[in-house]
T-cell receptor, first 111, second 114 residues
């Protein structure tokens, strides 16, 4: 099984609706990153969460970290076409290794 | 724009060949990470360099090697290429080594092995 499980794998949402993407880790999290990727392009950094209970927002995107559950959620309010893409969560395991990533959630926004 | 640059953007080559991918980190960043992204494996960490020295290794094949130069740019060398090496290769940079710094990713190099 994957160290980082993202759900759902894909999501189709009508423009203007809210949505939530989840990321669950099977190992201890020292930090959790959210990135957005357009097809075939680089990863755009969205947010980093380090402390249990931490919540950060950027424009209409909010991410929370539940340290006990080793889980993070990304919530988009009033979705827009610009939100379409693949959202990846990456876990920091506390060492010098690079991030471990989930498989991603592919988001489509329907007009 | 993350400030991380990668060249070339696209690379098409044949099996058995050798290629070099280049990465320039953000100004001031000392650490470079290399990742491989493929459809079946997703995004996987390959190797990290900090200030010219190798710091961590992930799922990097023996046919692959990397180095970081005194000017802090890094190169990823892929040799004896196989069809399965076709993927997007990203580098990311951070100021320091370790997990507390945000990793900013470059635009990637798309490698196609025919």
């Amino acid at each position: 099984s994957q160290e980082l499980e993202q759900s759902p794998q894909s999501l189709i949402v009508q423009e203007g609706k809210n949505l939530t993407i989840n990321c669950t880790s099977s190992k201890t999290l020292y930090g959790l990153y959210w990135y957005k990727q357009k097809y075939g392009e680089g990863l755009i950094f969205l947010m980093m969460l380090q402390k249990g209970g931490e919540e950060k927002s950027h424009e209409k995107i909010t991410a929370k970290l539940d340290e006990k559950k080793q889980q993070s959620s990304l919530h988009i309010t009033a979705s827009q076409p610009s939100h379409a893409g693949t959202y990846l969560c990456g876990a920091d395991r506390g060492g010098a290794d690079g991030l471990t990533f989930g498989k991603g959630t592919h988001l489509i926004i329907q007009p | 724009d993350s400030g991380v640059t990668q060249t070339p953007k696209h690379l098409i080559t044949a099996t058995g060949q050798r290629v070099t991918l280049r990465c320039s980190p953000r100004s001031g960043d000392l650490s470079v990470y290399w990742y491989q992204q493929s459809l079946d494996q997703g995004l996987q960490f390959l190797i990290q360099y900090y200030n010219g020295e190798e710091r961590a290794k992930g799922n990097i094949l023996e046919r692959f090697s990397a180095q970081q130069f005194p000017d802090l740019h890094s190169e990823l060398n892929l040799s004896s290429l196989e069809l399965g090496d076709s993927a997007l290769y990203f580098c990311a940079s951070t100021l320091l080594s370790g997990g507390t710094d945000t990793q900013y990713f470059g635009p990637g190099t798309r490698l196609t092995v025919l």
